[in-house]
């Protein structure tokens, strides 16, 4: 039977993880929980209360509500993939900086690695975050350290968005008659509405452990893997978009043939441009930001093997969106507390910012951070 570990142990892991980071980098990771709870300092059990500004000590009693939203709590709050999982561990770079309001050389410091920014500064900073996700898989009981999740709403910001596609779609079929293209858009929200209600329902189920026998069309499905994929090699990634742009060809004239079966007849010309927009979108994301990252991953186990892997796939979480992509290593939780751990979490933690400082687009990005938060990541 899986063991699945309890939330002291869990914590226990989390210090270990912060003892490994700061001892390859001199600093500290501050907890950061992604629903609504300030930030932890893991080392000296405290929490930042951001009312008054100061730190104070972790009531132990609330340790689940400011460390975890267990799956035991709302099933259908986590993806089905763990059974439990904590949000964030921001790394900090401080030689990747941007200066904020008046800096004075005296905010910055000189060692063999370049200049960077001191931890007395008294105004915030800017400095380049990763942030790593920690997550315990129900099936086999393995902790996984990975990256960001790349998620399909994540690309909405850069690439055109899925309900505008099916809106340029809808103009089309029409010839352009904006009064018709309205009430065309307007029918295709009540399907879509009433598609989401129905998912949701199966979703419940599904996190129960049953089968996930209906799809919610708007934005995840389409561009959804086949099947869970870990790639180590651009011959593994080649060989997955060669399986998955048959998977998504397949999936897409589904797609079409669901818009057909709710009334709404396209016609060959704007059923050819929903394919092409469709198809750019996925060629967007997942295939490229996907052979970007393992492209990345293979040049830093030239430098130095890793254990680890591109992530090419996932399951719904309550939000009816579908994981694509992120990179993750393994840890056997018999492991914790032992030189092995340390070895490994070192070796992969290393790996995995050393590639994500590379992708400051989705993987890093650069965050503002206020002295009291600062001066204790830095003591």
Not at 71 to 100: M, Q, V
Not at 215 to 220: A, C, N, P, Q, S
Request: glycine share 6%; charged share 30%.
């Amino acid at each position: 039977m899986t063991r699945i570990l309890a939330i002291p142990e869990r914590i226990k892991l989390f210090k270990e993880i912060n003892r490994v980071h700061k001892a390859m980098y001199g600093w500290k990771m501050i907890y950061e929980n992604a629903w609504d709870v300030d930030w932890i300092d893991i080392e000296n059990d405290i929490r930042f209360d951001s009312y008054h500004k100061k730190w104070i000590p972790l009531d132990k009693s609330d340790a689940e509500k400011y460390y975890f939203y267990d799956k035991s709590r709302d099933i259908t709050l986590l993806k089905g993939l763990f059974a439990w999982e904590a949000y964030h561990f921001p790394h900090l770079n401080p030689y990747k900086y941007y200066p904020y309001g008046k800096s004075v050389e005296e905010d910055f410091v000189s060692d063999s690695l370049g200049k960077r920014v001191g931890p007395d500064v008294d105004h915030p900073v800017k400095c380049l975050e990763t942030t790593f996700d920690v997550h315990q898989r129900k099936q086999d009981g393995k902790i996984w350290i990975s990256s960001y999740w790349l998620y399909h709403t994540d690309f909405y910001a850069t690439v055109a968005e899925f309900g505008n596609d099916i809106y340029e779609t809808l103009s089309e079929a029409v010839g352009g008659d904006e009064r018709i293209s309205e009430e065309l858009q307007k029918k295709y929200e009540d399907v879509v509405w009433a598609n989401g209600q129905g998912f949701k329902k199966v979703l419940e189920s599904y996190f129960r452990g049953g089968q996930l026998n209906a799809k919610h069309w708007e934005g995840g499905y389409l561009f959804a893997a086949s099947k869970e994929r870990r790639i180590k090699t651009l011959e593994q990634f080649e060989e997955a978009c060669d399986e998955e742009e048959k998977h998504f060809s397949n999936t897409l004239e589904e797609f079409i043939e669901w818009f057909r079966d709710n009334g709404f007849r396209l016609g060959g010309k704007a059923e050819e441009g929903l394919r092409r927009r469709m198809r750019s979108s996925y060629a967007f994301n997942p295939r490229l930001i996907a052979e970007r990252w393992c492209k990345l991953l293979v040049e830093e186990d030239k430098t130095e093997p890793s254990d680890v892997y591109l992530w090419w796939g996932g399951e719904p979480n309550r939000d009816s969106c579908y994981a694509l992509l992120t990179l993750f290593f393994e840890v056997d939780p018999d492991d914790i507390g032992t030189s092995r751990f340390d070895e490994r979490v070192s070796r992969n933690l290393r790996a995995i910012i050393n590639i994500t400082e590379k992708d400051d687009t989705w993987l890093s990005s650069f965050r503002l951070y206020e002295p009291i938060v600062w001066r204790a990541i830095f003591s």
